[in-house]
């Protein structure tokens, strides 16, 4: 019995197909058999390339850097064009990673096997940050805002002076767009609180909730509609940006820039139980991978902060670079990846003992950070 064989190479691994037609098969049966293999060959390749540990950086200013995980270093950047892109989400299989781009009010969809944007879906004025959700696409958007948070003080946004309150209420409120991702289409706009920051989701999955900086609330929402649910009031002053619900499902996490601090707010009362210091300027939020431990970026302390994912205790400070905002741990949360703008590097330290590894640079203004395969993180969790 004739048997052929075809072999591909991929990045990561090698694929052995075997094809194997029977002595009396027509020509025609052959040929469609040998057509079936490579097609099959062409998805294996695909599925392969998305199943390969990678991370994803929006640089504001070069586009999307791809991270070999597996190497801990930078392969290829996808461009976006003079986009300023910020926040960014992967679809379910990895395939699809979706974008803000300030620069330009859309969100781009890019083909993560060729690094082609495949969409662009048409926002609002300074979209930020994106969450995707059940087949749907969040997208906060500023309509009112010139881009990035404003200074206190007058100072610099990154130079850790907290102040007085501006003039966040004269301004138009902020928007979140939410996106069919079957059809790519706006379905709905949804009207927050001034200066949206981080999203999050309730553990069912029926309710949205945004942090708003400029009115220093967390604005509940249904989540499929959009539809208001209520507003919770934090302390004056406080800008709260990253939220993030505890793996239990019990409270969510809170940061608090301007107070440096972060609350812990009972996700059924919304009650605040407890109120934590932190160095300054806290904003990504995140538990590790097995809920021990919670994780703060205090971002002008240029500092990673651990605490007890339970009792919220102080256990450790782990110096980064500046304006670090965002991270993520890698897929199977021995690292983590911390994203710093002002310093152009993505941090890699270790999660279990909290050192230094390396610094993944080339990425100019870093934003924000996601991994396929999905892990933990500031931006996403699971």
Sequence with gaps: MLETRFRITTP??????????AVTTSVTTAVTTLATAVTAIAFAASTAWAAAPTAYVTSEKAGV??????????????????DGPRGLSLNRDGSRLLVANKNTGD?????????????????GKNPEYVRVHNGYAYVTYEPGEEGGPPPANGASADNGKPGAADDDASKP??????????????????????ETEGIEFSRDGKSMLVTNEGDD??????ARTGASLRTVKLAAGGRPRGIRLSPDGKVY?????????????????????????????PYGVAFGPNGKRLFVAAARDKTVQVFDGHSYEHIADVPVGQRCWHFSFTPDGTKLLVA?????????????NYQPIKQIGELPLAWGIVTYPPSDGSIESH
Aim: proline share 3%; charged share 20%.
């Design 107 to 123: 969100m781009a969809v890019i083909d993560t096997a060729s690094g082609e944007v495949v969409q662009r879906v048409k926002i």
């Design 12 to 21: 990561r691994r090698f694929l052995s197909f075997a094809v194997i037609p």
């Design 217 to 222: 609330t967390i604005s509940v929402y249904q």
């Design 65 to 82: 850097g791809v991270i070999d995980l597996d190497q801990m270093s930078l392969t290829k950047t996808f461009p976006v064009g003079a």
């Design 340 to 352: 710093c703008g002002r310093s152009d590097s993505v941090y890699v330290l270790d999660a279990q």
């Design 253 to 281: 996490i809170v940061t608090l820039e301007s107070l440096s601090k972060f609350v812990v707010v009972d996700s059924h009362t919304f009650e605040v139980l407890k109120t934590v210091d932190t160095k300054l300027g």
């Design 173 to 194: 409120p902020a928007e979140i767009a939410i996106v069919d991702m079957k059809t790519w289409h706006v379905i709905r706009s949804v009207t927050s609180g001034h």
